[in-house]
């Protein structure tokens, strides 16, 4: 867990406190979100619409990790600091790209099946003179800031249930704010503050109650638990925080966002009855103690992972002539949320895309207006929901111009099928969320993939908070776009799943520049100054949910592959990247299917449930994992137990099943990849065989 210097460290200069984080000197970004109020705005305005076209790549740094890459970098006296997968920290020399340190807190391998959603990172956090990151594995970590050495590390969780961390640190009071995923395995959300100084934990915020009666609870918790029913604590409730947050040091009030509930089906969470407080809900926490202030929940009763997880913003505006203090979320479901920050009181909601759950906001209660038959476990009928669990808009950072107003929210637009399972029971491993993931399989049916893959978009959304209209946009062929940057220079930049970096107008979307960037990008750029000098930089690499489970909708974007690397770019750069390698694929070689209907259909169960959330629904893979399919492996029955029951291969993150299945019934999932397999070997052939010319009769 050392970290290696790759020069002499970098000499001290001034510490980052409150002062300069709130002060937000235009040329620095010394916070996830540039500033508190996590607009992810810039101030600095040289690129402009009218020099865009200068901008060019000033070198880039290639990241010893293949999985994906969301981390947000910040510049801090002239030093870029990133977090990459698997938690690592690197430092380089902001001006030319040299690697200052690296550390690796060497986070096991097999801790990746306690994580949804790949192996990833969303940066660092800065206080004093130390860097502070959260670990896979739950720990959270102080580094030195200039020679990159661990300080102290503390573990903020049970290392022996599925919780992880993935999201970056917040720093408030001298305090360090670190929340945890975890959600769909089981845990009990929270947030904790540890002294910056010492890693001595300040406080915890539990967001959902303990079982009745275990814990003396304050009032915030005794209210909640009267909207939650049966042993829903055996399931941890759910509600964890694990990633967006943001403060303001006026009302010293620290604002989380809280995700869903464990299981999704409310009616295994919670006999289906409640609001279940404080899931998917925005709630303010006084930043010095810990203590409850108010709370807005989006989405009561979630049964649809409709986390508010989402990127909190604040903002000061005009509303009917009057000046608001406003937090605003695009949360998952769907709806832009504008709120008042000092009490919590909705002040205006509308869907920003298509929503089928719901048909709006009740703004009286603030409660949304369901559809019935959004609830599937009442009508016990399948449910094709709009947004689905990926949301309408997912971490990706969104960004606030305050020059014109504007939101720029990345928004996806793909449905998802929630069809209720009477016989689902909790596993210690796999998707615990409570419904038949085996029936909401994609079929081998091109007419039915055609028309997943016809609805599945994605869209750069320019919206206008206080109208709360859209007025602008670029759409995109697939969703799981990357997070925003918007600056004083009228552009805003975004990475796009197709493996392009771009700026747009910040005033109407036209496309002005662009960059070929070789992987997918998901995560936020930046923007700093050096000698005069305006930077943008961004992390490039392909992953998340979205590059792992949706299948044969993964590639919508068309075929990604990771390529880890951190972009930095200036007017007039000349550097370039290095051609990128060969996107193949194995063949589709499978051996014949010889198992029986019934063997295979349980397999296909048991696949949905425990491999399909890294191997790709109905076994359809991706890029950062073996494509099963294509595998030789499902050749070799032996060779898949050793694998698959044995854990042969836990040290690359593949861990052994043998704790909720039996051999037997492992090999049931391997028949049904070898039929998956020959079913896509098959419509691979027919299509060969439909774009053939037909031979001329002589």
Excluded at 333 to 339: E, P, Q, S
Aim: charged residues 15%.
């Amino acid at each position: 867990m050392a970290a290696v210097a790759t020069r002499p460290a970098a000499r001290a200069q001034g510490v980052v406190d409150a002062a300069r984080i709130t002060a937000g000197a235009p040329g620095e970004w010394l916070s996830t979100g540039r500033t508190y109020d996590e607009q992810r705005f810039s101030p600095l305005s040289q690129l402009t619409p009218a020099t865009i076209a200068t901008l060019g790549l000033a070198w880039s740094a290639d990241l010893d990790t293949a999985r994906g890459q969301e981390a947000t970098p910040l510049m801090i006296d002239g030093a870029l600091y990133v977090s990459t997968a698997w938690s690592m920290v690197k430092a380089y020399d902001a001006r030319t790209g040299q690697p200052l340190w690296s550390y690796d807190p060497e986070v096991p391998r097999e801790t990746l099946i306690k994580a949804c959603c790949d192996a990833v990172n969303r940066g660092v956090a800065a206080w004093g003179d130390r860097l502070f990151v959260g670990t896979l594995d739950g720990r959270l970590v102080a580094l030195d800031r200039h020679s990159g050495k661990p300080v102290w590390s503390v573990v903020t969780l049970d290392q022996t249930g599925n919780a992880t961390i993935t999201g970056a640190p917040r720093i408030v009071n001298g305090l360090v704010i670190i929340g945890n995923g975890g959600a769909e395995f089981g845990a009990r959300g929270y947030v904790t503050a540890y002294d910056a100084a010492t890693g001595k934990q300040a406080w915890r915020f539990y967001t959902v109650p303990a079982r009745p009666g275990s814990e003396r609870e304050p009032e915030y918790l005794k209210a909640a638990a009267a909207t939650w029913f049966g042993d829903y604590w055996k399931q941890g409730g759910g509600g964890t925080v694990w990633d967006a947050m943001a403060y303001d040091p006026a009302l010293d009030l620290l604002y989380i966002g809280v995700g869903n509930g464990s299981p999704w089906n409310q009616a295994y969470r919670s006999e289906g009855r409640g609001d279940n407080l404080y899931l998917s809900s925005i709630v303010a926490i006084h930043a010095k103690t810990g203590a409850y202030a108010w709370h807005y929940q989006t989405t009561p009763g979630d049964s649809w992972d409709f986390t508010a997880t989402q990127h909190i913003m604040l903002a000061d505006v005009t509303i009917d002539g009057r000046p608001r203090k406003v937090l605003m979320q695009a949360p998952k479901n769907g709806f832009f949320y504008v709120l008042d920050r000092t009490n919590g009181k909705l002040i205006s909601a509308r869907n920003y895309v298509p929503v089928n759950w719901a048909t709006g906001i009740d703004m009286q209660t603030g409660r949304p207006i369901e559809t019935p038959e959004a609830r599937y476990y009442k009508t016990g009928k399948p449910f094709i929901g709009s947004p689905g669990a990926t949301g309408a808009h997912s971490w990706q950072p969104m960004a606030f111009d305050p020059n014109t107003g504007l939101v720029f929210i990345p928004a996806n637009l793909a449905a998802f099928p929630y069809i209720p399972d009477p016989a689902w029971k909790p596993a210690k491993l796999g998707f615990n969320v409570g419904i038949d993931l085996g029936k909401a399989a994609m079929p081998a049916i091109p007419a039915v993939r055609d028309a997943a893959a016809a609805a599945t978009t994605g869209a750069l959304i320019a919206w206008d908070p206080i109208a709360q209209q859209e007025r602008w946009r670029v759409s995109y062929q697939g969703p799981w776009n990357g997070g925003l940057l918007a600056t004083g220079g009228g552009l805003v930049f975004q990475g796009s799943a197709a493996g392009e970096f771009a700026a747009f107008a910040a005033a109407d979307g036209r496309k002005l520049w662009s960059f070929a960037a070789q992987t997918g990008i998901v995560a936020a750029p930046i923007s700093y100054e050096l000698d005069g000098q305006q930077y943008i930089a961004v992390l490039a690499g392909w992953g998340g949910v979205w590059a792992l489970a949706p299948g044969t909708l993964i590639d919508k974007s068309g075929p990604a592959r990771n390529i880890s690397r951190l972009l930095v770019f200036k007017a007039g750069g000349t550097a370039t990247l290095p051609p990128p390698p060969p996107l193949d694929k194995a063949p589709l070689d499978p051996p014949p299917s010889t198992a029986t209907p019934q063997v295979i259909a349980a397999g296909g169960d048991r696949f949905a449930r425990f491999c399909g959330v890294c191997h790709g629904d109905a076994a359809v893979g991706g890029t950062l994992v073996p494509d099963l399919r294509r595998s030789g492996v499902i050749n070799d029955a032996a060779a898949w137990q050793a694998i698959v029951h044995g854990g042969a291969l836990k040290d690359n993150g593949m861990v052994g099943f043998a704790s909720v299945m039996t051999a037997s019934e492992i090999e049931t999932v391997r028949h049904y990849v070898i039929k998956r397999a020959n079913e896509d070997k098959a419509l691979e052939q027919r299509n060969t065989t439909a774009a053939r010319p037909a031979s001329r009769k002589s």
